[in-house]
C-alpha cells in the first residue's frame, strides 16, 4: 500500500462495528494480508472476525503499543465520521505512531499534515503522513467525454450513504474477472482508494470538479478494461451528499448502473435528523437515476445490490427475492451470496448493446 | 465593499463582453458607484455603457496606469473562466496594482494570495489579496434544516450556466423589496459575493459541504427576511456544474423557485463540447426541479426569468410570451422589463400557502 507493503494497524477505537468503522472493514475485507492488527481498546481481546465478520483471526487491541508488539509498523484511521474530523480522543494514538516512525494513513477531510503537531511529530522520526482525501491541485472540467468511450461503464448509486457501494463495486470486478473479463475499478472514496491504491476521494473535491475527476478516472481506466466499474457516493435523496452522487452520474456517464440498498433501512442514517426522510421506493430510485442520467448519457439499472449485514439468512434471501419482484432486475448481496447475478447481467446488457460485428 | 467604499478597477483585458465578463458587468451594474474603470486595452477608449450595457459613462481604460489616472484605488478581476486560473497575460497587471498598494479582490478557484509572486508583491507595500472564493474552514453537514423556516426561500435555478440566475436574485430582491416586503440575497458565487459583501462561493466548497454551507447562509438570512432569495448554480441538466445544482437545491430547501434561461440558446454553453447537449424544454426543466426537490423539501416553480441579451425588443417580449405559455407561469426578463411579475407571483404563492391565522 502506497509505496510498499505494510503492517497495519487500523485505529478504530470505540468504534469498530461494521457500520461504524466501515474503512477498518473495508481494508480488512480487501487487504487483510497487510493488517497487523485493529485497535479499539473497549472490544481489545477479540478478533477481527468475531466484531466485524471479516479479517479472521486479526487481533482487536489496546493501542498503538500493543499494536506495535504484534508486528504494526503504519497507522490506518479506520472511520470515516460524518464531517470529517479526526475525534479528539484519537490525538494520543496519532502521536504514538509517529513518534515510533510509523507512517499514518488518513481519509478524513480534516489533514492530519496540517496539524502543526502531527507535522512537527512526523518530521522527528520521518514519519510520512499520507491524508488520501487531499484533492489533487488540478481542475478538470467534465464535459461528457466518457459518454464515449467503447467500455461499458457502470456506477453503483444508492438509496443512502454506507450501504454498500463501494463493496458492490470491488465484488463485482471480482465476479466479472472470475468470467474472464476485463474489468477495473474506480475508487472515488477514501475506503476505496486504500483498496486500490488510486484514485480520488471526489467529496473532498471542490465542487465544480466533482464531475471532472471523475470524468479522467473513467478515461484512464478504460484504457485497459472492457468494463469500468465506478464506486458510487451518496444519493440522489441525500439533503447533505446529493450533489456528489449527481456529480458522479454526470461525470462517469456509465450506461449501466448498480442500485445499492440496505433492506433493514426505512430512513435516511442521518445523524442530525434521524427518522426525518422516508427512503423512496427501490423502483422510485431506479427510475429517479435513469431519469437524471438521461440529459448527459442514458444509462439503465442493471441490478440491485443490498447490504444485508444483521439480517438473518433466511430474512436476507427473502429480501432479495422482493428486490427482484420490486424492480424486475436480479437482487443479490454481493458479499453473502455473490456478485455473480450482477456480472451476468452487465455481460448480458453488454452484448445485447454491442454493435453489430 | 470589503471594509471601505472603493474606487474599482474592473481587469477584463480583451474580454469585457457582457457574456464573458460577468463578474465585472454585475458589479457595474449593482455597485456602479464604487467603478472608476474597466481594463480592457482592446477596447480602451469607449464606455461600459457602449460596450455592456451597463456603468454608463465609466472610462474603459488601456491599463492600470490609466485607472490609477483615473481615480482607481482597488483591482478586482473582472472574469470567471472556466476552470478558474487567472490569464497568465494578466499577472503584470496584477503585479502593477499590488506595486502600487492597491487590494486586489479575486474570485478565481486559482487563489492569488497562494502565489508567492502576488503574496511578495503585496507584502512589500501591504496591500491585501481577497480571495473570496476561497471556502470557510468548516465544515457544515446539511440535514434539511432550512425546510422548517418561516420564510419563504426562493431559489434561481437554471437551463444552463450564465443564463441570468444571479440577476435574476438580485432583481427579484429589489422588486419586493419595493413592494414593502423584507427581502434578503443569499449569494452563492464569486459575483454575487462582491455585490452582497458576504456569501460563500460554493462551486469552491469541497463537494460533501455545499448544501451544509447553503443550509446556514439561508438560516442565517432567515433571521430578518421573510422572503430569502438564493442564488442558483449551474444547472441539473450540465455535465460538469450539475452536482452544485442539485446541493443548492436540497441545501437551501426552497419552496419556490424562478427559473431562468437564455432564450438565444438552443445549446449548452460548454466551451469543451459546443453543440453536444441541446437543452431541455422549458417545461421538462420545470418538472426535472420540482421532481428534484420532492424528497427534502417540495418545490414549485413560481416563474421563468429570461435573459434576453443580444435579443431585439419585440423578440425579447415574444420569447416571454412564449415561455408564459409553454409554463403556464409568469415570465419576464428582470432587468428589461422588470422583475415585478416574479415578485407579485412569490408573494402570491407564499399567501396561498399560508396557514390559516
Known amino acids: 500500500m502506497w509505496g510498499r507493503p505494510r503492517r497495519l494497524a487500523l485505529l478504530a477505537e470505540g468504534r469498530f462495528t461494521p457500520v461504524d468503522a466501515k474503512t477498518a472493514v473495508g481494508v480488512l475485507r480487501y487487504r487483510p494480508e497487510e493488517v497487523a492488527a485493529v485497535i479499539d481498546s473497549t472490544r481489545a481481546g477479540s478478533t477481527a472476525g468475531e466484531r466485524a465478520g471479516v479479517g479472521g483471526a486479526v487481533p482487536v487491541l489496546a493501542d498503538v503499543a500493543a499494536a506495535a508488539a504484534a508486528g504494526a509498523d503504519s497507522l490506518l484511521i479506520g472511520v470515516a465520521p460524518q464531517g470529517g474530523e479526526l475525534p479528539t480522543a484519537w490525538r494520543a494514538s496519532v502521536l504514538d505512531a509517529l513518534a515510533r516512525g510509523w507512517d499514518v494513513f488518513s481519509g478524513l477531510h480534516a489533514f492530519l499534515a496540517d496539524d502543526p503537531e502531527f507535522a512537527a511529530a512526523a518530521a522527528r522520526t520521518g514519519a510520512r503522513i499520507h491524508d488520501v482525501r487531499r484533492p489533487p491541485a488540478r481542475r478538470p472540467v467534465a464535459a461528457g467525454r466518457a459518454a464515449a468511450l467503447e467500455a ?5 448509486v444508492g438509496s443512502d450513504c454506507n450501504v454498500g457501494k463501494m463493496t458492490a463495486a470491488v465484488e463485482i470486478v471480482r465476479a466479472l474477472e472470475a468470467r474472464g473479463e476485463r474489468a477495473a475499478f474506480v475508487a472515488t472514496g477514501q475506503t476505496g482508494m486504500f483498496i486500490a491504491d488510486q484514485g480520488v ?13 471523475t470524468e479522467e ?4 481506466a478504460a484504457r485497459t478494461a472492457t468494463f469500468v ?7 440522489l435523496n441525500h439533503p447533505a451528499y446529493s450533489g456528489v452522487a449527481l456529480a458522479l452520474l454526470h461525470g462517469a456517464c456509465p450506461s449501466l448502473l448498480v442500485l445499492c440498498h440496505h433492506p433493514g433501512r426505512t430512513h435516511l442514517r442521518l445523524a442530525a435528523a434521524p427518522g426525518a426522510f422516508p427512503l423512496p421506493s427501490l423502483a422510485e430510485l431506479v427510475e429517479a437515476y435513469e431519469r437524471m442520467s438521461r440529459w448527459i448519457r442514458p444509462a439503465a439499472v442493471a441490478g440491485i445490490a443490498l447490504n444485508t449485514l444483521g439480517l438473518a439468512e433466511s430474512r436476507a434471501r427473502d429480501a432479495c427475492e422482493d428486490a427482484a419482484r420490486e424492480t424486475g432486475l436480479p437482487a443479490t448481496d454481493p458479499v453473502r451470496f455473490g456478485a455473480e447475478p450482477l456480472a451476468e447481467a452487465l455481460v448480458a446488457r453488454r452484448r445485447d448493446h454491442a454493435p453489430p460485428s
Chains 1, 2 share one sequence.
Open 217 to 220: 478516472l473513467v478515461l484512464e
Open 152 to 156: 461499458s461503464v457502470v456506477l453503483t
Open 201 to 213: 476521494t471526489v467529496d473532498a473535491v471542490p465542487s465544480d470538479f466533482v464531475a471532472g475527476f
Open 229 to 235: 466499474i465506478v464506486e458510487g457516493q451518496g444519493s
